[in-house]
């Protein structure tokens, strides 16, 4: 059994009349799975599961105490790194590692389960801004909630302030709008616990609500690139958003089922080349829709209830579903070598054939399953391993960075990679140098709106990567080979989080 543990993506909040904030993060340990199955013949082109073994050394090096990967663009990389108090934002260059900025980050009502993460858009003129939450003063209309913020821009390169909101209940943290520009968040109400989007223009500072902005009314927050969960009169959907427009919106249960709920975690890809989406969503075995009372139950989810749906980004309509089937195990994976994107290797999803999983705790009993990839304009599989007992999703998928080429999956004696176009695969060898993921937390500021975590006064980061060996234990150096899985890279330097430290490394 392995030691390290990943966050599994699937963090929530309650929607209800309450206030919407509690969230509850899974932790998956790595487990033993079989050598997967191969099927297919490796592609005639350059072979992607061949890696340099030669050791790779930092150029740079700053002492932090990371929370997520950095936010690489433009020169600088953005990362958070907890303090004995809480998290600050540092700004670094790509090229030397010199400190450029920092600035004290708040997680904003939208945690702890909501993994906190750096967030960099562009002004309408192309320049890069780093964008965030700071603790601020509650206004006397507080109604006695606490964490009230202020958003934040600030230019990524040199610090300097181009705006700063008021106090408000954000939620959904500020990010670049859908159209990857300017500032978006929603902020909550006091007084009417409904939630409002905002959009600041970056190069004048207006702060634009309402429904040019985004015309949903209710309780909403962001679960995808301009995907909305919607709760009104106690029904919960997805609504699309695009340039202020409503283009559709659906009910969670008629695209994932009886019980379908983003309350027990959600995961979304979304495909702009493609038009398309792809997701899965938690399933509430139980009749309780109160999220603080369902939390504080204990109970099983049929894994074979879960499904992935394909559905067009434009229309909502449902293209394909996969029954038992999920898409959290493939969250850290990268898409930009996928058909996703730019590239011909499928995506990959889990697939489990029996099985429960524990809540809380995420511990599986009596499952089986096995890792597939896919087509994601019909959903049909591609290739596929052999179906295996497990006891995590990390014993079919283990938690590595990749551009979606190249995929790890466990097994007794070891890593085995899979080339996610053809299903090909090898044993790893005691030379090669893998990245391996474990979950990241950070401490919560005081006086939390909502009630203790599982997990006790800690928030839920991103995830920290280390060098590792086949039997995923941690080594002291990368290689050239793992330098291509660094999935955050500029000026021909690639940079990375561990646990400690912020490194860069000169790409060969």
Same mark, same amino acid.
């Given at each position: 059994?392995?030691?390290?543990?990943?966050?599994?993506?699937?963090?929530?909040?309650?929607?209800?009349?309450?206030?919407?904030?509690?969230?509850?993060?899974?932790?998956?340990?790595?487990?033993?799975?079989?050598?997967?199955?191969?099927?297919?013949?490796?592609?005639?082109?350059? @072979?992607?599961?061949?890696?340099? /073994?030669?050791?790779?050394?930092?150029?740079?090096?700053?002492?932090?105490?990371?929370?997520?990967?950095?936010?690489?663009?433009?020169?600088?990389?953005?990362?958070?790194?907890?303090?004995?108090?809480?998290?600050?934002?540092?700004?670094?260059?790509?090229?030397?590692?010199?400190?450029?900025?920092?600035?004290?980050?708040?997680?904003?009502?939208?945690?702890?389960?909501?993994?906190?993460?750096?967030?960099? $858009?562009?002004?309408?003129?192309?320049?890069?801004?780093?964008?965030?939450?700071?603790?601020?003063?509650?206004?006397?209309?507080?109604?006695?909630?606490?964490?009230?913020?202020?958003?934040?821009?600030?230019?990524?390169?040199?610090?300097?302030?181009?705006?700063?909101?008021?106090?408000?209940?954000?939620?959904?943290?500020?990010?670049?709008?859908?159209?990857?520009?300017?500032? %978006?968040? $929603?902020?909550? @109400?006091?007084?009417?616990?409904?939630?409002?989007?905002? #959009?600041?223009?970056?190069?004048?500072?207006?702060?634009?609500?309402?429904?040019?902005?985004?015309?949903?009314?209710?309780?909403?927050?962001?679960?995808?690139?301009?995907?909305?969960?919607?709760?009104?009169?106690?029904?919960? #959907?997805?609504?699309?958003?695009?340039?202020?427009?409503?283009?559709?919106?659906?009910?969670?249960?008629?695209?994932?089922?009886?019980?379908?709920?983003?309350?027990?975690?959600?995961?979304?890809?979304?495909?702009?080349?493609?038009?398309?989406?792809?997701?899965?969503?938690?399933?509430?075995?139980?009749?309780?829709?109160?999220?603080?009372?369902?939390?504080?139950?204990? *109970? /099983?989810?049929?894994?074979?209830?879960?499904?992935?749906?394909?559905?067009?980004?434009?229309?909502?309509?449902?293209?394909?579903?996969?029954?038992?089937?999920?898409?959290?195990?493939?969250?850290?994976?990268?898409?930009?070598?996928?058909?996703?994107?730019?590239? @011909?290797? *499928?995506?990959?999803?889990?697939?489990?054939?029996?099985?429960?999983?524990?809540?809380?705790?995420?511990?599986?009993?009596?499952?089986?399953?096995?890792?597939?990839?896919?087509?994601?304009?019909?959903?049909?599989?591609?290739?596929?391993?052999?179906?295996?007992?497990?006891?995590?999703?990390?014993?079919?998928?283990?938690?590595?960075?990749? #551009?979606?080429?190249?995929?790890?999956?466990?097994?007794?004696?070891?890593?085995?990679?899979?080339?996610?176009?053809?299903?090909?695969?090898?044993?790893?060898?005691?030379?090669?140098?893998?990245?391996?993921?474990?979950?990241?937390?950070?401490?919560?500021?005081?006086?939390?709106? *909502?009630?203790?975590?599982?997990?006790?006064?800690?928030?839920?980061?991103?995830?920290?990567? *280390?060098? %590792?060996?086949?039997?995923?234990?941690?080594?002291?150096?990368?290689?050239?080979? /793992?330098?291509?899985?660094?999935? $955050?890279?500029?000026?021909?330097?690639?940079?990375?989080?561990?646990?400690?430290?912020?490194?860069?490394?000169?790409?060969?």
């Amino acid at each position: 059994m392995y030691s390290r543990t990943s966050a599994v993506n699937g963090p929530t909040r309650q929607k209800s009349a309450a206030l919407a904030v509690v969230a509850v993060g899974v932790s998956l340990t790595l487990g033993a799975c079989t050598v997967p199955a191969s099927s297919g013949t490796p592609s005639p082109s350059t @072979n992607v599961l061949d890696r340099s /073994t030669t050791s790779a050394a930092a150029i740079w090096e700053v002492a932090l105490s990371p929370i997520a990967q950095p936010e690489v663009t433009d020169g600088v990389a953005l990362v958070y790194a907890k303090t004995a108090s809480g998290v600050t934002a540092h700004a670094v260059s790509v090229t030397d590692g010199k400190e450029l900025w920092t600035q004290a980050v708040h997680p904003g009502i939208g945690a702890p389960g909501v993994s906190l993460a750096p967030a960099v $858009t562009k002004t309408s003129t192309g320049e890069s801004v780093a964008v965030y939450l700071q603790e601020s003063a509650a206004p006397i209309t507080s109604g006695g909630t606490s964490w009230w913020t202020a958003p934040v821009a600030v230019d990524l390169k040199s610090g300097k302030e181009l705006y700063r909101g008021n106090p408000q209940l954000v939620e959904s943290r500020p990010a670049a709008c859908d159209d990857e520009k300017d500032m %978006c968040f $929603t902020s909550l @109400n006091a007084q009417t616990r409904l939630t409002t989007q905002h #959009r600041v223009n970056l190069s004048t500072g207006a702060d634009s609500t309402g429904p040019d902005v985004n015309p949903i009314t209710g309780n909403f927050r962001l679960v995808g690139n301009g995907l909305y969960s919607v709760v009104e009169d106690g029904k919960e #959907r997805l609504a699309r958003v695009s340039a202020g427009n409503k283009l559709w919106e659906a009910d969670v249960e008629s695209l994932f089922g009886p019980g379908a709920t983003t309350n027990l975690g959600w995961s979304f890809e979304y495909s702009k080349k493609l038009d398309l989406y792809i997701g899965s969503v938690g399933i509430n075995p139980t009749t309780e829709t109160d999220y603080v009372r369902l939390m504080e139950q204990t *109970f /099983t989810v049929d894994l074979t209830k879960h499904k992935t749906v394909g559905f067009r980004a434009s229309t909502g309509e449902k293209l394909w579903t996969v029954e038992g089937s999920e898409k959290w195990c493939s969250s850290g994976v990268g898409k930009t070598e996928t058909t996703l994107m730019d590239g @011909n290797a *499928f995506p990959v999803r889990c697939e489990y054939n029996q099985g429960t999983m524990a809540v809380p705790g995420g511990t599986y009993q009596n499952a089986e399953g096995k890792l597939v990839g896919y087509d994601p304009v019909s959903g049909e599989a591609k290739w596929q391993t052999t179906s295996t007992p497990i006891k995590a999703a990390a014993d079919l998928l283990v938690p590595s960075p990749s #551009r979606g080429d190249v995929v790890l999956t466990g097994g007794p004696d070891g890593m085995t990679m899979v080339d996610t176009l053809s299903g090909a695969s090898r044993a790893a060898t005691s030379d090669d140098v893998f990245l391996c993921s474990e979950a990241a937390k950070y401490p919560l500021p005081a006086d939390a709106p *909502f009630p203790v975590q599982p997990e006790g006064n800690l928030g839920t980061g991103g995830s920290m990567l *280390f060098p %590792c060996d086949r039997n995923a234990k941690a080594v002291p150096a990368l290689t050239t080979g /793992t330098l291509r899985d660094i999935p $955050t890279a500029d000026d021909g330097v690639a940079v990375l989080a561990q646990e400690g430290v912020l490194s860069g490394f000169k790409l060969p």
